[in-house]
């Protein structure tokens, strides 16, 4: 079992930076990566960033250049920098973990960008 907890959510202008934080505990060592999914209302939830276990970093196009994802092995803590935000960035942000064929969520964050 893996457990993740997201944090650092809030209501920000556009603009503006956040950076939220996903914290796995559990049984860690077999996750193979982990990633950022976000949901807007009335829309189906979307891969925003993804890093694997070896640092490869991916990230969907309407963030590039924009946020960043990385992690932290001694705090099992993945992140994501948000920056220049958008309103249209506005969704509850979800934390990934891949591990062999299953895949574990956090209950999210909610991320508010105002115009």
């Known amino acids: 079992q893996v457990q993740l907890v997201e944090s650092g959510g809030g209501l920000v202008q556009a603009g503006g930076s956040l950076r939220l934080s996903c914290a796995a505990s559990?049984?860690?060592?077999?996750?193979?990566?982990m990633g950022w999914y976000r949901q807007a209302p009335g829309k189906q939830r979307e891969l925003v960033a993804t890093?694997?276990?070896?640092?490869?970093?991916t990230y969907e196009d309407f963030v590039k250049g924009r946020f960043i994802i990385s992690r932290d092995n001694a705090k099992n803590t993945v992140y994501l920098e948000m920056n220049t935000l958008k309103p249209e960035d506005t969704a509850v942000y979800y934390c990934?973990?891949?591990?062999?064929?299953?895949?574990?969520w956090g209950r999210g964050t909610q991320v508010t960008v105002s115009s």
């Open positions: 990934n973990a891949a591990y062999g064929i299953m895949n574990y």
């Open positions: 559990g049984i860690i060592f077999g996750i193979s990566a």
């Open positions: 890093i694997a276990a070896g640092g490869t970093t």
